[in-house]
Structure formats: structure tokens, C-alpha cells
């Protein structure tokens, strides 16, 4: 699909002074602007991203009343269960919380609820459950429970106190926690509340929302708590406990639940990756080995082999499984969980291409681009557990809001993904009186529906969506740096960009432009299948291999072209080069984009 062309503003006086400032090149520098990073020590911050820059854990609204609740079940001995979510962030919260609580001395349990049977969250069923296998006065519930507030309450009538680690929204007013971890919080606290917060030592509370954080990464704030509060009391078990071997897991759940990797992120994200490229926890190598992974893992390795495999069995049953890969310490358990997990993905996969088989014919023969402004597709018995994939799928695809819905009797679920401009959410809203329940953000949301009523959602979503988009909003935006010459890109200053990485939401590759660009070799295509193209590329003063992966049946560029692209150093031996990934392109007489 041809995508719009967006290019940043170019601001060259700016970026050579940051670059003479820093010592780095001005290509950097100009995409540090266009990330909003203007400050030297910010910029500096941004591309050395070090652990002693994370802040105070107790900053993060009620982490103090956590820790206190904690320790005085330390001091009782009193078992606790840890409650989580059967995604990657859930099970890696859940896996880093009770190696923590173990430590701690506590007696831990953990839970994890059935996809199918149970549902998502902290729901009753769940609970009680839960509670028939474990008998606890303390339940930890992790990337769940900000909007649980009537099963909180049922659990604090009886006696069971309840800390809520999780990201997600909250409902309004929220739930009656012991203590509630959310950085949602601070992001509507008054000035007033936060001057109020306190922490349990000496130390200054520093500002900031932390919103940005996924549940691991607000578990590893609660661990590195722990930690300080330990020493400030001298309770050894705890301030000896090493939080940078949690890190690999931070990293693993922070990039499968594809939050921003800006701010905290990005520090535990670049440490986590770091730790994961060395791993020695059995359960992780063993992953690593059946995912057939590079020696050198990053963002793209784990949300596209380790994630998947590590998701796959809570999509389908229940993620115990991934959960106890985590935490063995028994590299045969390990390639046992691992082979697995392995299984359960390749289940996974058939599941999700039969469902989008289906989808996709019923899609290509009533898809009307110009009136179709949303896809709703639903069917009786479409498994639950891959819906959510099949919409990101088809989103990729047809570029427009597409929700999926699936499931069995009189209460279908649905999963829904969106574009840039249609908040999702708010969208459902407006669809309430159609639904039995929903929720979510502007970009991902969920819902429970009847089967009747699909028609008509459909309908509604559908005009909502054409009064809050435009033609040109259903066509991808690709969102460039900058526009270079052939020439500027050597091995060096590619080097340089390098920099910026860990890649993902917020702070995406580096995308330039070169102009009026021909064919310096004839085209190759590659490929078992002759699905990529090779081509070998010049502005008359520089020449350049480019690579364009999964082109496909895409129209090829002939005569002069602009061309779009991502710079990477090629290895091969000891010789390096520049190759250019290839994003898009157009004629070069083309009017430029804005």
C-alpha cells in the first residue's frame, strides 16, 4: 500500500550547534530534534541511556503504602498470592514478583487466569478460583485490577488485603486497593496530592508520571523499592537482592506490550537487552534456542520470535506454561516448556490463518474503499484467543479501524485495532448502548457483544468513523526524518544513527528520502519465493545497494524515483557496507511531500 509522505521540518542551524555541542553528526542531531529532544543533556541522556539516570521508584503514586504492606507480611510470615495476566507483560510481571517475594522470605503462590474460562483480569470467577487453591490475606494483582472495583471490594470484606500493580486506565472513582500502583494516578493528581505523596525513607521524591511504564516495568520499580527500603532498615533479604538480573525480563515484557520506548522505557529496555544477549536463566535460553534466534537479540528478535511463543499458550489456554519457563532453574524442564510453547505457537498460527482466510474473503468481495471506513467481521466459534492478531492483520492490510469478533452462545468478545486519528475507544463509547461491555485505548480496545447486534455496530462504527476521519487519513502516513544525499551516508554516520536504538513506539528507525535517484545494475529479484527485490541504486555521485523485503507484487521503480528508506550497516566478513532498507517510493516529478 503506498503510503503519504510527511517531512519533518528541517532545522539546520539548530542541529549543527547540537552537533558541535555533543560531537556527534548532524543527521543525529536532526532526528534527536525531530523527537522533541533539543537539550544537550537530554539529547546526551537519550543516546547513553544508564540505569543511575532511572528515578526514584517512590515516586510512583502509593509505591510507599505497597512497600509497607509487603514488609508487615514479611514480618507476619504471611503467604501471598500473586495474581497476573496471561500476556508477556503479565506473565513476565508475575515471574519477576515472585522470585522477588521468594527472596523476601514470603510464602508466594501465583495464579494466572484461563483465556476461555475465566476471561481477562481480576474478574470474581477468577478470583474465587483462585482463592480455592491458594488461602491468602494478601492477594498481589499485576497488569490487572485498576478497574476491578467490585471484586476489590468483595476481596477487602473478607479480610484479604489487595495491591494493585498495573498501567491500564482506571475506572472512576478507582477501586478500594490496600494500595494502587498505577501511574495513571499521578497523571490526574492534583499538585497538591503530590507534594502530599511520601516515601518511606529519606530520600526526595522525584517528579514524574512514569504513565509510560508497562507492568514489568512497574514491577521492577516496586523490586528496586524493596531494595531501598531494605537498606534503609537493614533487612539484608531484601537489600541484597540484585534487581539488574530482573532486567531481562523488563525488557521482554516492556517490548511485547509495545509501550513507548522513550523516557524510563528506553534506560530498562537498552539494560534489559543488554542482560538478554547474555542470558543464562534456562528457561530463556531454551526460548531462544527453539525461536532459532540471532546471537544478537533486539527489539524486532523478541517481539517477533520470543513473544509470540511466550504468548501462545495463554492465547489458547492458559499461560501457566510460559510462567513456569520463567521461573525454572532446570535447563531439561526448560526445553521441555520450551518445545512446548513452540507447539502451542504453531497451533496458534494455524488458528489465525484459517480465521483470516475467512475474513479476508468475505472482506475482498464487499470491500468498497471509498465507503468502508471501518471492518467489523464476526463469527460464531473464531477463536478468542488470536482475534486481536487477525485485526492488527488486516489493519496492515486495508489501513482501516478493523474490529474481529469470535467466541460461542449469546456473548461474542471482540478485539479491535486502530489507525492514526480514530480513537478507538471513544468510538465504542458512542457504540455503548450496542454492547454489553467494552473498553481499552485510542489505538487497541475489546468488547462483548450479542451476535445480533453486529449489523448494526458495524453500521455505527462505521459512521462515527467517517465524520472523525478523512479520505487522506485512510492511507498510511510514513513520517520522515529527513532528505539526504547518496553520499552522506557512509558506514560512519550510519553508525552514528545506531545510536538512537532501541527502536519501537516513540522513537521509530530513521527514515530519509533521496531524490531523483536511477538504477545504477539491473533489479534482482530474491528470495525462496522471489519475494524481495535487490536493487543497486545512484544520485550520480553515490551508489548504494537497497533492499526492498516482501515487495512482492508491488510496482517497481522505473526511470527517476524518489525513494524512502531506512540506512543500515551490512556485514559481510570483515567488510561493511551501507544498505538501504526500502520503505516506499514515487517518480521523482512527483510534487514533494509535505
Not at 536532526?30 to 537530554?42: F, H, K, V, W
Not at 488461602?135 to 490487572?144: E, G, R, S
Not at 508497562?214 to 537489600?239: E, I, M
Not at 478485539?415 to 480514530?422: A, N, Q, T, W
Request: hydrophobic residues 45%; glycine residues 6%; aromatic residues 6%.
Amino acid at each position: 500500500m503506498k503510503c503519504r509522505w510527511s517531512v519533518a521540518h528541517a532545522q539546520p542551524l539548530l542541529a549543527q550547534r547540537l552537533a558541535a555541542q555533543l560531537r556527534i553528526n548532524t543527521l543525529l542531531a536532526q532526528c534527536m530534534l525531530n523527537r522533541g529532544l533539543s537539550d544537550p543533556e537530554a539529547v546526551h541522556r537519550f543516546i547513553e541511556p544508564r540505569l543511575a539516570h532511572l528515578s526514584d521508584p517512590f515516586a510512583v503514586p502509593n509505591m510507599a503504602a505497597a512497600v509497607r504492606r509487603l514488609f508487615d507480611a514479611v514480618h507476619a510470615n504471611e503467604a501471598v498470592v500473586v495474581f497476573g495476566d496471561y500476556d508477556v507483560d503479565g506473565v513476565t510481571s508475575t515471574a519477576l514478583l515472585v522470585e522477588l517475594f521468594r527472596r523476601l522470605g514470603l510464602q508466594v503462590d501465583f495464579y494466572l487466569p484461563h483465556r476461555l474460562d475465566e476471561g481477562y483480569g481480576l474478574s470474581r470467577k477468577a478470583v474465587a478460583n483462585c482463592l480455592e487453591r491458594f488461602k491468602t490475606n494478601l492477594l498481589i494483582a499485576v497488569d490487572c485490577g485498576s478497574t476491578a472495583t467490585e471484586t476489590i471490594r468483595w476481596l477487602r470484606e473478607r479480610g484479604i488485603d489487595v495491591i494493585v500493580l498495573d498501567h491500564h486506565q482506571l475506572a472512576s472513582p478507582p477501586p478500594p486497593a490496600t494500595a494502587l500502583v498505577n501511574p495513571q494516578l499521578a497523571a490526574v493528581a492534583s499538585e497538591t496530592e503530590r507534594q502530599k505523596r511520601t516515601t518511606s525513607n529519606t530520600d526526595e521524591v522525584q517528579s514524574g508520571t512514569f504513565t509510560e511504564l508497562c507492568s514489568v516495568g512497574l514491577a521492577f520499580k516496586l523490586a528496586h523499592a524493596v531494595v531501598k527500603h531494605g537498606r534503609a532498615v537493614g533487612f539484608k533479604p531484601a537489600a541484597q537482592f540484585d534487581v539488574r538480573k530482573s532486567l531481562e525480563l523488563v525488557a521482554l515484557g516492556t517490548i511485547a506490550d509495545i509501550v513507548p520506548l522513550t523516557g524510563e522505557n528506553r534506560i530498562l529496555v537498552s539494560a534489559g537487552l543488554a542482560r538478554l544477549n547474555t542470558t543464562s536463566r534456562p528457561g530463556l535460553v531454551a526460548l531462544k534456542t527453539v525461536a532459532r534466534c540471532p546471537p544478537t537479540l533486539g527489539p524486532y528478535e523478541v517481539g517477533f520470535q520470543l513473544a509470540p511463543r511466550l504468548n501462545a499458550a495463554g492465547r489458547l489456554e492458559t499461560a501457566a506454561q510460559a510462567l513456569r519457563l520463567l521461573l525454572t532453574n532446570d535447563a531439561a524442564e526448560a526445553e521441555s516448556l520450551a518445545s512446548a510453547l513452540d507447539r502451542f505457537n504453531r497451533s496458534r498460527q494455524k488458528i489465525e490463518q484459517t480465521i483470516a482466510n475467512e475474513i479476508l474473503c468475505a472482506v475482498q468481495a464487499t470491500f468498497n474503499p471509498d465507503a468502508d471506513y471501518v471492518i467489523v467481521e464476526g463469527r460464531q466459534g473464531w477463536h478468542i484467543g488470536v482475534i486481536g492478531i487477525v485485526a492488527s492483520r488486516l489493519v496492515q492490510q486495508f489501513y482501516r479501524p478493523t474490529v474481529v469478533i469470535g467466541g460461542e452462545g449469546n456473548r461474542l468478545r471482540g478485539s479491535g485495532r486502530s489507525i492514526e486519528g480514530f480513537d478507538l475507544a471513544a468510538a465504542l463509547r458512542e457504540c455503548s448502548d450496542l454492547l454489553i461491555d467494552h473498553g481499552g485505548h485510542a489505538m487497541a480496545a475489546g468488547l462483548t457483544i450479542r451476535p445480533e447486534n453486529i449489523a448494526a455496530f458495524r453500521q455505527r462504527l462505521n459512521e462515527i468513523a467517517r465524520k472523525m476521519l478523512e479520505p487522506k487519513h485512510l492511507q498510511p502516513c510514513l513520517h520522515i526524518d529527513a532528505e539526504v544525499t547518496l553520499a552522506e551516508l557512509n558506514v560512519e554516520c550510519v553508525r552514528q544513527l545506531d545510536r538512537l536504538k532501541p527502536f519501537g513506539l516513540g522513537n521509530p528507525p530513521v527514515r530519509f528520502i533521496a531524490r531523483g535517484l536511477t538504477h545504477h545494475r539491473p533489479l534482482q529479484r530474491i528470495g525462496p519465493d522471489r519475494q524481495h527485490v535487490k536493487m543497486w541504486v545512484t544520485d550520480g555521485a553515490a551508489t548504494h545497494e537497497a533492499v526492498w523485503w516482501g515487495a512482492g507484487n508491488e510496482p517497481l521503480p522505473t526511470g527517476r524515483f524518489d525513494l524512502a528508506f531506512t540506512p543500515v550497516v551490512n556485514e559481510f566478513g570483515t567488510r561493511l557496507t551501507v544498505q538501504l532498507r526500502v520503505l516506499d517510493w514515487r517518480p521523482a516529478h512527483q510534487t514533494k511531500p509535505t
